[in-house]
């Protein structure tokens, strides 16, 4: 693979499990997602769109760079690269979770097990190359926010859980 197809591919990875929960996402927005109680503090819609783009591409990125120094699956990025995946995996999951299955309860969970996935890579990564971790560092944030938007959403519509039930 030439020295630009491998950056690429990192970068587009985590798009596949994006755009494929995009999908699962537009068509419950109006029609069930509209219909639960929201904090103040949402964001609008239109943000979530561009600001996992950024997250994706910083990530995939951040991936390469930890794949490249570390020696790729054999090396020494194995572990940081198996976290890595972790937590991609649990990103993946959490939009059927939550916009397909409508459960709020095993969403926040999925979330949280993310988030420790996620500053897992972190940790392991910056031994590895620290520009990758710093790059994780904004998706950290913006994953805590949207747990915290997940357990509102969670608490302050038991209704939703009920049916779950």
Request: charged share 10%.
């Amino acid at each position: 693979m030439s020295d630009y197809m491998k950056p690429a591919a990192a970068v587009i990875l985590p798009f596949v499990g994006g755009f494929a929960g995009g999908i699962v996402t537009r068509k419950n927005i109006p029609t069930w997602y509209e219909g639960l109680k929201h904090p103040s503090w949402r964001p609008p819609n239109k943000v979530f769109g561009p600001v996992w783009s950024l997250l994706y591409g910083s990530m995939g990125y951040a991936s390469y760079l930890v794949w490249r120094d570390g020696g790729g699956f054999g090396g020494d990025a194995a572990v940081p690269l198996a976290l890595y995946g972790t937590q991609l995996a649990l990103n993946w999951v959490w939009t059927p979770i939550f916009f397909g299955a409508h459960s709020l309860k095993w969403a926040f969970v999925d979330i949280v097990a993310m988030w420790g996935a996620i500053a897992g890579t972190i940790f392991t990564f910056h031994g590895i190359n620290e520009t990758a971790s710093y790059l994780l560092v904004p998706y950290l944030g913006w994953v805590t926010f949207a747990g915290a938007l997940n357990f509102w959403h969670w608490r302050n519509n038991p209704s939703i859980e009920e049916k779950k039930d």
